[in-house]
């Protein structure tokens, strides 16, 4: 019997060892609010309208697991939003779905610190009327991120809440939360003013093109005629000089045969 109790008994612990460790490493869904930035501002994004709130957030460990989603209408294309890095990494877990006539891209990205500002590259391609890339930023409710499960305490903690009903009241939550989901995708009058804001933009930039390029043609236009009075002025000196050195050699001429003319009269008179 004694025999028994201890080959049982470390067996016994090392399972309910085991147990509390995977608990301990199990994820927890959480559904957290975030904000939309310009990049190194606190103004909110035009591309604001297109991420989907909350965002899921999954404790894993020492890390979190946060899954975001940007919702686009048919107006703007098939997936015409591109995440290119999110917190200097590429985007996990790329998915693209429809939502009705709308069109999702879910991604996710690890961190261990979801209270700092978050930063992301975009590329928005929306055929025939705006390509550009984009920085954003982004803030989650510091309020509502849960903490690392890095200790046994808080998975103990955690349990505790569930036995106090409190599961139910996160499920609800979750419910409302959800909702909310559905509901922040952009209008169709929130996509039209984008869609305009995105065509007088395009406008502006063939405008400076325009611009720039009657400029450079002006500027051309003007070299040429300079260069072009830069080479009648050269003929017309190259002329001049010209002239003036036939001058001066018919006057030499002249000078000389006046020189002689002049001599043999004087010889005449002498010899008379």
Known sequence: MKT?????????????????????????????NYDTYKYGTHQT?????????????KTVGSKYLVTMTIRTKKALGAWPVQVLSIDNQAPMNVQ??????????????????????????????????YHATHMLSFKFDSQAIPKLNSSAGTTTAKKAEKVDG?????????????????????????????????KKQAREVKNRELDLARMKTNQNIKNRQANEQNQKMFYYVILGGSLSLVV?????????????????SKVSHEKA
């Open 4 to 32: 028994f109790k201890k080959i049982v008994g470390p067996m016994l612990l090392l399972i309910f060892a085991m147990i509390f460790y995977q608990h301990a490493v199990m994820a927890t869904d959480n559904n957290i």
């Open 45 to 57: 994004s035009m591309a604001s309208t297109y991420y989907l709130r909350p965002a899921q957030v």
């Open 96 to 129: 693209k779905t429809r939502h009705g006539s709308d069109y999702d891209y879910v991604y996710s990205f690890e961190t261990s610190d979801l209270s700092r500002i978050i930063s992301s590259k975009i590329k928005v391609d929306v055929p025939g009327v």
């Open 166 to 198: 409190k599961t139910q009241m996160s499920s609800q939550t979750n419910k409302g939360t959800k909702a909310e989901a559905k509901t922040a995708s952009p209008n169709d009058q929130e996509v039209a003013e984008l869609i305009l804001q995105a």
């Open 248 to 264: 001066l050699i018919v006057a030499a001429v002249f000078f000389v045969f006046g020189f002689k003319t002049a001599n043999g």
